[in-house]
């Protein structure tokens, strides 16, 4: 099974938002991108990335948040419009991030657009319309979380609660059970613990992850390449984020990339190899930055 894995797309247009939505916290994320993000990110480098990973013919796409700059039910709707352009919902799963919840909004008219690609299959024992949700893909059991809250200004953090996190222990555990490749996707990395950035609830999830254990977390939000391996109990779990797919900072250190994910059962055990690519703007290629292999939770060298 092959899992490609893009985040922060950033891909909708504020040209159009009306003065009544911006009376709020939003006024300051329009100011930022007026300032700033309209010229960090562009919808050509995206194009670049889904044709360059398209390459690769992944079996599934993951996509952990960030669809748009405000939350604006405008901003939803290009997004729905844009993720059907793409692939169909059984292709395609995807969390939301902080930016697709800046304030509390109307479900229906904002992230509700895009409940075809979040919920859980037909016959999974998930959430219809909530989360987490559990999607089963060859071998592969991916589990999607929301992270995104609305919070106050200057603040981008997020949380998972109790609730989502007793069910996701619940599916982890009837995952194992079926000898599934687990993969928890969220926006916000479990190592982000800044207040202002961080997932307020890290520690809680640790500990949900204790018992049952994951093979791989996967994340957004820091619009970089990252790799770290958490320990929760006995477990050793390996966490990968991406930058933005849409990235055209001047910042070397947060280029465009993705990550490609290959899982192969073996009679010992899971075989896992991690590659990552990054955007090269001069020669407006993708080259290859990471290869990692894994057997269980063991570097294979």
Not at 43 to 64: F, K, M, N, W, Y
Not at 121 to 129: I, L, Q, R, T, V
Request: hydrophobic share 35%; with cysteine; glycine share 8%.
């Amino acid at each position: 099974m092959k899992i490609a894995h893009i985040s922060d797309p950033h891909l909708s247009s504020l040209d159009h938002v009306r003065p009544d939505e911006l009376l709020n916290k939003r006024i300051l994320g329009y100011l930022s991108w007026r300032l700033k993000r309209r010229r960090s990110h562009s919808r050509e480098v995206l194009s670049r990335t889904l044709a360059d990973l398209a390459g690769r013919q992944p079996d599934h796409l993951v996509i952990s948040g960030d669809f748009t700059h405000l939350g604006t039910a405008n901003e939803c709707r290009e997004t729905e419009a844009w993720l059907n352009s793409i692939g169909a919902p059984d292709y395609i799963s995807i969390v939301p991030g902080n930016h697709d919840h800046y304030i509390a909004t109307e479900f229906a008219e904002t992230t509700g657009r895009w409940l075809a690609y979040m919920r859980s299959d037909p016959e999974e024992d998930g959430n219809a319309g909530g989360f987490p949700y559990l999607r089963v893909r060859g071998p592969v059991a991916l589990i999607g979380l929301s992270t995104a809250i609305p919070t106050a200004p200057f603040f981008a953090s997020g949380k998972l609660g109790s609730e989502q996190l007793q069910r996701l222990r619940s599916l982890l555990e009837t995952t194992a059970q079926r000898g599934l490749y687990r993969i928890v996707v969220l926006h916000h990395g479990p190592q982000f613990t800044s207040i202002r950035r961080g997932l307020s609830d890290a520690g809680r999830l640790l500990s949900t992850l204790a018992a049952p254990g994951a093979e791989m977390l996967v994340h957004g939000h820091g619009h970089c390449q990252a790799h770290t391996t958490l320990t929760a109990g006995a477990h050793s779990i390996p966490v990968f984020g991406v930058p933005s797919a849409s990235a055209s900072y001047k910042d070397p250190l947060k280029k465009a990339g993705y990550n490609i994910y290959e899982v192969t059962k073996h009679a010992t055990g899971w075989q896992t190899r991690v590659t990552s690519y990054i955007y090269n703007p001069e020669t407006q290629n993708f080259e290859k930055t990471l290869e990692l292999g894994y057997l269980g939770s063991e570097y294979l060298l």
